[in-house]
Antibody
Framework: EVQLVESGGGLVQPGGSLRLSCAAS????????MSWVRQAPGKGLEWVSV???????YYADSVKGRFTVSRDTSKNTLFLQMNSLRAEDTAVYYC??????????????WGQGTLVTVSS | DIQMTQSPSSLSASVGDRVTITCRAS??????LNWYQQKPGKAPKLLIY???SLQSGVPSRFSGSGSGTDFTLTISSLQPEDFATYYC?????????FGPGTKVDIK
């Protein structure tokens, strides 16, 4: 059974850092296209970043230079390192899988989400 | 960036109603269009990919159509479990963008 479990969210001050994890089971992270998508409270969905199976990474302009997506193949886990956090980064962060058979962005499995709150 | 719009932003409907939600892209995206359903406090769920392909396990009352810039999600007979917010998403180019959502609630 495919499962994604995020962790690492919490309360952080503006300018601070946080590292999110997304532990996968039932499939191999490095063989799929893995994205982070966030949702601010009461708002819509915003794509944040992707790591391709080949290792290429892409980011939304709103987080470029501050966030870094990576993976650990031995742990079958996806990460999102978030630095220089701002109030507008407050959101539930989801990791999502896109299988290699699609367009790289057909998110067929999602985690339950982890809440990041940036506030002093 | 490709902008996605949806209409209506919300609608009220009854069980058994036929419901149609439209999505428009700011430029042609061929058929690189997905639809998701999200219930409060839950992660989105993929319903339709590539404009009209039904995701495995999704009831056949859901269907998608369109290409280029204009797309439609149709629920042929609304069921109680379908009350939720629906998002379209373009998978044509990065940055990937979602529509603002359409909330379907009970009339």
């Amino acid at each position: 059974e495919v499962q994604l479990v995020e962790s690492g969210g919490g309360l952080v001050q503006p300018g601070g850092s946080l590292r999110l994890s997304c532990a996968a089971s039932g499939f191999t992270v490095s063989s799929n296209y893995m994205s982070w998508v966030r949702q601010a409270p009461g708002k819509g969905l915003e794509w944040v970043s992707v790591i391709y199976s080949g290792g290429s990474t892409y980011y939304a302009d709103s987080v470029k230079g501050r966030f870094t997506v990576s993976r650990d193949t031995s742990k079958n886990t996806l990460f999102l390192q978030m630095n220089s956090l701002r109030a507008e980064d407050t959101a539930v962060y989801y990791c999502a899988r896109a299988p290699p058979s699609g367009t790289y962005y057909d998110f067929d499995y999602w985690g339950q989400g982890t809440l990041v709150t940036v506030s002093s | 960036d490709i902008q996605m719009t949806q209409s209506p932003s919300s609608l009220s409907a009854s069980v058994g109603d036929r419901v149609t939600i439209t999505c428009r892209a700011s430029q042609s995206i061929s058929d690189y269009l997905n639809w998701y359903q999200q219930k409060p406090g839950k992660a989105p769920k993929l319903l339709i990919y590539a404009a009209f392909s039904l995701q495995s396990g999704v009831p056949s009352r859901f269907s998608g159509s369109g290409s280029g810039t204009d797309f439609t999600l149709t629920i042929s007979s609304l069921q109680p479990e379908d009350f939720a917010t629906y998002y379209c998403q373009q998978s044509y180019s990065t940055p990937i963008t979602f529509g603002p959502g359409t909330k379907v609630d009970i009339k």
